[in-house]
């Protein structure tokens, strides 16, 4: 690859096979989520805090899933539960995975010691012991597979015991120093943590990333050598390349080219920081893949959203967790959605905010259309100017274009949904669903007090309140009728100064309700 440059220090050793695609046989993958993260000064535990809607421990996680041929084991602790929730939710659809060990850390001794509380997850059963070890830091979202591939290359190119990913940094405070032999080969000798360095060695702007492949048979042997007396009394997983160091064991690096890749996330500057470069990555993977975004600066997706082929994105789009769009859209400018799944070919404007909701192809939303989850919107369906609906299914070719609020129904095809109707589905306790069938026309106003069925093709008068289910092909109108008095408006425009004189009077001597006023004016007439 030629984004890195590898140093060396070979001897003989034995082979792993590498598929560079796939998955890697015998290599196993320790990811630590255990930390607090006292420096981000929050009540949730660091590898919680998601990074472009994605907990951080799910980038490591996943990237550990996608190589490891064999198991791959999470080390947590802090909020121990959560973490193992937010994994389980992350990885129960994926199908014949290598099975994700969660192993419990109960005290934060350090980094050795988090990856020792592994060791019975790959304990020599049936499979043998894994010939290698990926081991990776829970905050590091940035981090590529493709750089892990590389790493994995140099240390079997160098029969390496350890390889270490490192980055040269501009401002190095904080990270973990690279100490390099003085020989011709420039090694690595040791990591000195910042806290432990010498002023020479702060000095020095090489920093160990936290991803490292070790060589399985030295592994847990050597982490049972560490030795805690250090600035801040734990057990250093870094101390195993002294270790390796001392023994002759041949120690391989590889230097990232781009020194983005390594941040660590320790602080809500960094956090913030990661955000950026992942929103980044993640709209030149949609424009390389054929989406359009008229301004990709205000375009927000989340790492976990797909977006099909000629869809367009104008700006201030923000897509959100699982959601997922299909080819030929158009999204216009101030909507959000969230874990929704659109078709192809649908046409959403401005201003729309939907949550767990699925959209056919071809449909048409808003604007202003706001869908709560639970909502199918059938192919050609269209949902316009002020709609609100939740848990209802819109049936194909169906229109509700105008102020509405349909909630539990289910709403058949090729239904009109008159402008201002709503679905009462709320008697103050309970929910209540609504049911209308093919072809129905409601008029606009129209109440439906649930549960109620309107029959197909049936028609709805204007300013209905429906009560009762409705048969088919029926009209309902159920509304008070009219009345008409010839000038009666002429004359009461007469009384009108008059009575707002008296009745003013009326109110501050009497304290009489304004309601009165009305039936005064009538007993005058
Ligand atoms: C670590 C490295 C440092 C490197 C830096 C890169 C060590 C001793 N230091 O320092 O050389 O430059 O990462 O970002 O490894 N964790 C546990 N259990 C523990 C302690 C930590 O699981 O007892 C987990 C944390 O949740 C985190 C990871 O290990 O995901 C790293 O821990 P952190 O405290 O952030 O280490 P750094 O001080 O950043
Ligand atoms: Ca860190």
Redesign the pocket.
């Known amino acids: 690859m030629s984004r890195m440059r590898a140093t060396e220090i070979p001897t003989g050793k034995k082979q792993v096979s590498f598929d560079l695609q796939g998955k890697i046989a015998g290599l196993a993958v320790v990811?630590?989520?255990?930390?607090?993260?006292k420096?981000m000064r929050s009540k949730q535990?660091?590898?919680l805090h998601r990074v472009a809607g994605q907990a951080?421990?799910l980038y490591?996680v996943g990237l550990g899933l996608r190589v490891a041929g064999d198991r791959v084991a999470v080390?947590?602790?802090?909020q121990a539960d959560l973490v193992r929730q937010v994994i389980d939710r992350a990885t129960s659809g994926m199908s014949g995975e290598a099975a994700i060990a969660i192993v419990e850390?109960r005290?934060?001794?350090?980094?050795?010691?988090?990856v020792l509380q592994s060791r019975p997850v790959f304990a020599v059963g049936k499979r043998g012991a894994p010939s290698n070890y990926l081991i990776l830091?829970?905050?590091?979202p940035l981090l590529q597979e493709s750089t892990v591939r590389e790493l994995l290359r140099v240390h079997r190119e160098n029969h390496a015991t350890v390889t270490v990913l490192t980055a040269v940094l501009e401002d190095a405070s904080?990270?973990?120093?690279v100490v390099r032999a003085h020989s011709p080969g420039r090694g690595v000798s040791r990591?000195v943590?910042?806290r432990d360095a010498n002023a020479e060695e702060r000095a020095i702007r090489e920093?160990?990333?936290?991803t490292y492949v070790v060589d399985g048979e030295f592994l847990f042997s050597a982490l049972e050598k560490l030795d805690p007396s250090n600035a801040?009394g734990?057990?250093?997983?870094?101390?195993i390349i002294h270790l390796a160091a001392e023994q002759g064991r041949p120690v391989a690096a590889v230097v990232l080219d781009n020194p983005d890749e390594?941040?660590?996330?320790?602080t809500r500057r960094q956090l913030a920081e990661a955000e950026q470069v992942v929103r980044q990555q993640i709209r030149e993977r949609w424009l390389d893949a054929g989406v359009t975004m008229i301004d990709p600066a205000s375009t927000w997706v989340d790492a976990t959203v797909t977006i099909g082929k000629d869809t367009v994105l104008y700006p201030n789009v923000t897509l959100e967790g699982t959601t997922a769009i299909g080819e030929d859209c158009v999204l216009r400018s101030s909507t959000r959605l969230t874990n929704c799944i659109v078709g192809n070919g649908v046409e959403i404007l401005d201003h729309c905010l939907f949550t767990d909701s699925h959209i056919e192809d071809d449909a048409h939303l808003g604007p202003f259309v706001h869908l709560r989850p639970g909502v199918v919107v059938r192919k050609k369906a269209k949902v316009g100017n002020f709609v609100e609906m939740k848990k209802t299914d819109l049936g194909e070719g169906s229109k509700a274009n105008h102020l509405s609020y349909l909630g539990d129904a289910t709403i058949g095809k090729g239904v009109n949904i008159g402008a201002g109707t709503i679905t009462c589905n709320y008697d103050g306790a309970r929910k209540f669903q609504t049911v209308i069938g093919d072809g129905v026309f409601l008029g606009s106003d129209t109440q439906l007090i649930a549960p109620v069925t309107v029959g197909a093709r049936a028609i709805i008068a204007a300013g209905t309140t429906v009560t009762e289910d409705v048969p088919e092909d029926a009209l309902v109108i159920a509304r008070v009728a009219q009345v008409n008095r010839a000038g009666w408006a002429a004359r009461r425009r007469a009384l009108q100064v008059g009575v707002d004189r008296e009745t003013t009077a009326t109110r501050l001597t009497k304290k009489q309700p304004l309601v009165s006023k009305g039936k005064q004016a009538k007993k005058r007439k």
Not at 75 to 78: D, I
Not at 107 to 114: N, R, S, V, W
Not at 207 to 210: E, R
Request: aromatic share 6%; hydrophobic share 35%; charged share 15%.
């Open positions: 990811v630590m989520a255990a930390g607090l993260g420096r535990a660091k590898v951080m421990v490591s080390v947590v602790g802090h850390q005290e934060q001794l350090g980094t050795g010691h988090a830091n829970g905050d590091t904080g990270y973990g120093r990591i943590e910042d920093i160990n990333v936290g801040q734990e057990y250093y997983l870094t101390d390594g941040l660590g996330v320790n």
